[in-house]
Each structure stands twice: as structure tokens, then as C-alpha cells.
């Protein structure tokens, strides 16, 4: 099994930025993603990378503010969020993928098996 450890989490204003790092035990996963999920609602796709290509996938709320990157070398995967928003705030988990779907399914929940304890980001207005 897979551990997946996220970090970079914090408090910020509006426009702000954060950077968010997933270190993960083991590299046998296809694809990694960054999920959140805020007080009441349903977790979310936010981003998604397939580690052999780079391709990425983010959802309409992140694309052009966010962006996922990896490195293999430190078993890692970050997400750089800028401009930052209130409607930002949640608990934005990291999780990696074994079984190969296509495209934009890598931004749902039910494609992974494997999931971290989850970092916490809040935008004050």
C-alpha cells in the first residue's frame, strides 16, 4: 500500500499563494491527484498528473491558477496554487491512482486507491 503524506497547507489572504508537496512511499502508481473537500460538500478533483508523461488535467475552478508538478527523484508531487480565493478554503488531500483510466476520469475520487490524512488551506477575505 501506498502512504501518501501531504504538507505546505496554511492560512492566507485572498491572492495569495501556497504550495502543497504529497511525498509518497512507493512509485508503482500511474497517476497521482490532488483532491479537496470543503465543510458540507462532496470532495472535488482539483488536479491530476500521469507520472510517466507529465500530462495534466486540472478542474475549470483550478486551470490557470494551479498547477501540479512532480519529482521523481524526491517521490513527490506539489501543488502550486496561486490567486488564491475564500471559495479555496478546504482540506486538500493527495492520492495516487494504480489502474489506468483515461483523460479528464483521473479527476474523480473513485479512480484512486490510495489517499493521504489531508492538509488544511483557508483564505480569509
Known amino acids: 500500500q501506498v502512504q501518501l503524506m501531504e504538507s505546505g497547507g496554511g492560512s492566507v489572504q485572498t491572492g495569495g499563494s501556497l504550495r502543497l508537496s504529497c511525498v509518497y512511499t512507493?512509485?508503482?502508481?500511474?497517476?497521482m491527484g490532488w483532491f479537496r473537500q470543503a465543510p458540507g460538500k462532496e470532495r472535488e478533483g482539483v488536479a491530476s498528473?500521469?507520472?510517466?508523461?507529465?500530462?495534466?488535467f486540472y478542474s475549470d475552478s483550478a486551470e490557470g491558477r494551479f498547477t501540479i508538478s512532480q519529482d521523481s527523484v524526491k517521490n513527490t508531487v506539489y501543488l502550486q496554487m496561486n490567486s488564491l480565493k475564500p471559495d479555496d478554503t478546504a482540506m486538500y488531500f493527495c492520492?495516487?491512482?494504480?489502474?489506468?483510466?483515461?483523460?479528464?476520469?483521473?479527476?474523480?475520487?473513485?479512480?484512486?486507491?490510495?489517499w493521504g490524512q489531508g492538509t488544511q488551506v483557508t483564505v480569509s477575505s
Open positions: 492520492a495516487a491512482g494504480r489502474a489506468f483510466v483515461p483523460g479528464r476520469l483521473r479527476l474523480q475520487p473513485e479512480q484512486y486507491s490510495d
Open positions: 498528473i500521469y507520472r510517466s508523461s507529465g500530462t495534466t
Open positions: 512507493h512509485d508503482e502508481m500511474l497517476f
